[in-house]
């Protein structure tokens, strides 16, 4: 039992430590990663759905300049009639040379609207390439 002589002794042991709380930081991770990468997927929509109604509008603009340059190369048709009648009629009498200048400066503001149509035209084109990223 006891003895009065020299002995060794040692202890050994184990000691494992697993933390419970891990469990609910991972789970908590694993749903703010999906609500991050869902809310990405909702942000991406918006942007599809804003560029698809710019991208609509714009070739709306488009369109509208199409049409009033064709009704501008119509009106200068016309102006032009107009002012071949009006130099006729100069030459005979009928008109004073202020009723054919009239005449002369409406058919050149025609040609000058064509002109500003055709430009808004090609800036809208340009906006349109823009926005589709062309």
């Known amino acids: 039992m006891l003895k009065n002589e020299f002995a060794f002794f040692y202890t050994t042991g184990l000691r494992l430590q697993w933390s419970i709380s891990s469990f609910y930081t991972n789970k908590q991770e694993k749903e703010l990663t999906r609500i991050s990468s869902r809310m990405n997927e ?12 710019a991208l609509r509008q714009q070739l709306a603009e488009v369109n509208k300049y199409k049409q009033l340059l064709a009704t501008d190369q119509q009106l200068i048709g016309l102006r032009l ?27 050149d503001q025609a040609r000058q609207n064509a002109l500003i149509h055709e430009m808004q035209l090609l800036q809208a084109i340009i906006q349109y390439n823009t926005i589709s990223g062309k």
């Open 42 to 53: 909702v942000q991406k929509d918006q942007f599809m759905l804003q560029t698809n109604a």
């Open 81 to 107: 009639k107009v002012k071949e009648t009006a130099a006729a009629q100069l030459e005979n009498g009928l008109i004073t040379p202020a009723d054919y200048v009239r005449e002369v400066q409406a058919e």
